[in-house]
């Protein structure tokens, strides 16, 4: 009998054991969050947006304007569509390219409508939709003292927005190349244009549609030169959703692959990137990628792996 209560006991013990372990493994595990319902109950999206992300999210007066902020407004219509709801209420959120991700994670905006450009880091605090543009890494200057070889910003303080992939890619530029560039950081592209036009850093990194915008909108585009070479491959820019919450960004991929496989998507491109651009009538005359026509091409339900195409 003292045997099989020692082995009862033990049992016990194990069993208890496995529980706390379980239990413990619970408390660690991601928390599901259903942003669809919250939706739903609140009769509310909140969307995040930038004030300087030229033509993808800008303030225009009052209201945010651009690519991105449309496609968000048409991905909102498939949610009043699926939710059922007559009305839907838009609050905006203003954000920056770091304070983003802490606006998603905890939950104060449902889907940033800002390109965010793709990394493994980055995936691990925010989720990605599908993505609707591809941007290389590029670097401006003024052209009084442009040249295309990084060597020659060795030495020189060069500006690159805070909370951006390019600050990781430089510095893997510097360290590849044995260079000594001096990384100076921004929170806001139309200061840091302007601190370059003054001619207090040699030059400014970023993607190169975005660049584009910004020599666009100054009055002198001209005094200008963008770099032939690239940083980088093409990457691809996502909306930002909420981590641990596959169905919302099953709703939010489906819409946007309707979205994209659509007539309606070459008249949205074409009027961001290929047509004066109001108030200032500017147009970027930035032809649609091979990437991008590749993924809306086909006029199928769209997937896509971000891990495979790094």
Not at 100 to 120: E, G, R, T, W
Not at 160 to 166: E, F, L, M
Request: hydrophobic letters at 40%.
């Amino acid at each position: 009998m003292s045997d099989i209560f020692r082995t009862t006991k033990c049992m016990l013990m194990v069993l208890s054991l496995l529980i706390t372990l379980c239990a413990n493994c619970a408390a660690r595990a991601p928390q599901a969050y259903n942003t669809l319902e919250k939706i739903a109950s609140q009769k509310t999206i909140t969307l995040g947006y930038q004030e300087d992300a030229f033509p993808f999210s800008w303030q225009d007066g009052n209201t945010p304007a651009g690519y991105s902020i449309d496609i968000c407004n048409s991905i909102v219509s498939a949610l009043k569509t699926k939710l059922q709801l007559k009305n839907l209420k838009i609050e905006w959120v203003k954000a920056n390219s770091a304070s983003q991700f802490v606006l998603i994670k905890n939950h104060m905006a449902d889907i940033m409508c800002i390109p965010a450009f793709y990394s493994q880091s980055r995936h691990s605090m925010s989720e990605f939709s599908l993505p609707f543009y591809f941007s290389s890494t590029r670097f401006v200057m003024r052209k009084t003292e442009s040249n295309d070889n990084l060597a020659e910003l060795s030495g020189h303080s060069v500006l690159v927005k805070s909370g951006t992939i390019y600050v990781e890619q430089l510095q893997k530029v510097n360290a590849a190349n044995d260079l000594d560039i001096n990384i100076q950081l921004d929170t806001n592209n139309i200061t840091a244009f302007n601190e370059l036009k003054n001619g207090e850093y040699s030059a400014l990194i970023s993607s190169t549609v975005l660049l584009k915008g910004m020599i666009a909108q100054t009055p002198n585009p001209e005094d200008y030169a963008l770099s032939d070479i690239a940083l980088s491959a093409p990457l691809p820019a996502g909306l930002l959703l909420p981590l641990h919450d596959k169905e919302f960004k099953e709703f939010v991929d489906d819409a946007l692959s309707s979205l994209m496989t659509s007539n309606e998507f070459a008249a949205l491109y074409n009027k961001w990137f290929q047509s004066p651009i109001p108030p200032k009538a500017i147009n970027l005359n930035i032809p649609m990628s091979d990437n991008l026509k590749a993924l809306t091409a086909a006029k199928k339900k769209i997937s896509f792996d971000y891990e495979k195409y790094n």
